[in-house]
């Protein structure tokens, strides 16, 4: 009648377990700037992920983005608290000479590794150790339609051995259908010709029914994204859109744009594997680095 191991009491423990301590999931934005991070920021958070939390007729400007920003906020779903943080940083590119452009961000993450080290390697440790470190870094790729430029290159090679990297086109309502596909198709075929490994990365594919999955989503990487902080009326109903002579573009609507697709790998499909991932392999090769440098 029941089960030896009495699993479905096991799974209701840590589901238990999860809904008291809750968790946490810390995303990044980079890229040049103009493209478009700071609007994601609130697009994230103004989308489905917390509806709630938006208050209509609150619109503000987006300033210039002058230093890395983090915003949090916590949001409750069924009785569980997820602390959603997204850190914005300012766009490089201004400058004429972009070397070690990628500095401060690499930094960034670099030392919320650090961070959570030093708790980890303290005698009386923390239950919970607090944790903000970078589980995923959303790339923004300058919409040109051509090839990835070095610059981009260069970036997402550097940042993909210290993080999850998910490549996004940016404001893909300025490019065709065929355009996006083109461009996607030229985007992927650069980064294997480079052997940059961006998320969900092949080598941690767990079995052949999670690479099956992950296949069908490194298809459609990079999402052709559109972002707004704006809501319109259409067909009697709030959507938030980039309003346009020609009409509304909606982001959330999947036949408009590829942001569904970004927020549900990041939120809802991926989150515990970009933290796994996190963890278990970036955070992992920066404490055995570093605690290998301090036995010297
Ligand atoms: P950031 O410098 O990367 O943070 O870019 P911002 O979020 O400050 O946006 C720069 C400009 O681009 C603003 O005028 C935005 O309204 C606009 N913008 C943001 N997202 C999009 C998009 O998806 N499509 C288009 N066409 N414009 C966008
Ligand atoms: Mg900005």
Not at 168 to 195: G, M, N, S
Not at 225 to 238: L, T
Not at 285 to 296: A, F, I, P, Q, T
Request: glycine share 6%; with cysteine.
């Amino acid at each position: 009648l029941f089960g030896y191991v009495g699993i479905e009491a096991v799974l209701d423990q840590m589901k238990i377990k999860t809904m008291k301590t809750g968790f946490e999931f810390n995303i990044m934005v980079v890229g040049q700037s103009g493209l478009g991070k700071s609007t994601m920021v609130n697009t994230l958070f103004k989308s489905k992920v917390s509806r709630k939390s938006s208050q209509p007729g609150q619109e503000e400007r987006i300033p210039k983005t002058v230093q890395l920003q983090s915003i949090t906020h916590v949001i409750e779903e069924k009785g569980v608290k997820m602390k959603l943080t997204v850190t914005d940083t300012p766009g490089f590119g201004d400058q004429i000479n972009n070397e070690n452009c990628w500095d401060p961000i690499m930094k960034y993450i670099n030392e919320q590794y650090e961070r959570y080290l030093r708790e980890e390697i303290l005698i009386t440790r923390k239950r919970k150790i607090p944790d903000t470190r970078v589980h995923g870094c959303v790339y923004f790729v300058p919409p040109t339609g051509h090839w990835l430029r070095p610059l981009d290159l260069e970036f997402m090679r550097r940042l993909s051995k210290i993080v999850n990297v998910v490549p996004v086109i940016a404001k893909a309502d300025t490019l065709t259908l065929e355009e996006r596909a083109e461009f996607k198709q030229r985007i992927q075929e650069d980064l294997k010709i480079h052997a940059i490994s961006v998320y969900p990365q092949e080598d941690f594919d767990q079995d052949p029914e999670d690479r099956a999955l992950n296949d069908r989503i490194r298809e459609k990487i990079p999402f052709a994204v559109v972002g707004a902080d704006q809501e319109h009326q259409v067909n009697g109903k709030r959507v938030l859109g980039r309003k346009t002579k020609w009409g509304i573009i909606e982001v959330e609507n999947p036949a408009h744009c590829e942001f569904p697709l970004l927020r549900d790998l990041l939120i809802r499909s991926h989150l515990q594997d970009l933290k796994d991932i996190t963890h278990n392999v970036h955070y992992e090769s920066y404490r055995v680095r570093r605690l290998n440098e301090s036995n010297r």
